[in-house]
């Protein structure tokens, strides 16, 4: 499996931890890394940067979360689905070197794994709607 599909499992796993404890992000990523036996440095800074850019931005996330996902609010969500959405708003709006599909891909991927039936349509249908109507693309 790729370095940034694993990092991306890891973020889920951060950002579950965090929305269940409610603990402080930084606090959730440390006793995280001390539980897990991952070593790889690549996979680790890039789930953290992930976790912490999430946290950064939650409220802003959740927002356009909820602008999209008509008759949903974001606290009624499943806690998978609501936080690989996360994931993906943040790849989409906050990143430059993840292709908008990619960040799409990989979070309905993650939601296949992770998430319930539904999890993966929800997903791709709240992210799609984002990237079509929020994201411009750099054009070649």
Do not use: C
Request: proline content about 3%; aromatic content about 8%; overall charge neutral.
């Amino acid at each position: 499996m790729r370095r940034r599909t694993l990092a991306r499992e890891h973020t889920l796993k951060i950002l579950y931890q965090s929305d269940i404890t409610k603990r402080p992000m930084d606090l959730v990523i440390e006793s995280y890394w001390q539980a897990e036996e991952t070593r790889d440095q690549e996979i680790i800074t890039y789930a953290n940067l992930l976790a912490t850019g999430v946290s950064a931005h939650l409220v802003d996330i959740d927002q356009k979360i909820s602008d999209y996902a008509t008759n949903w609010q974001i606290r009624r969500m499943a806690i998978i689905d609501r936080n690989v959405m996360r994931i993906g708003v943040y790849e989409l709006k906050y990143t430059t070197d993840i292709p908008p599909k990619v960040a799409i891909n990989e979070a309905v991927e993650l939601a296949k794994k992770y998430g319930d039936l539904e999890s993966s349509k929800f997903v791709n249908g709240i992210l799609d709607k984002i990237h079509k109507k929020e994201i411009v693309e750099p054009q070649n």
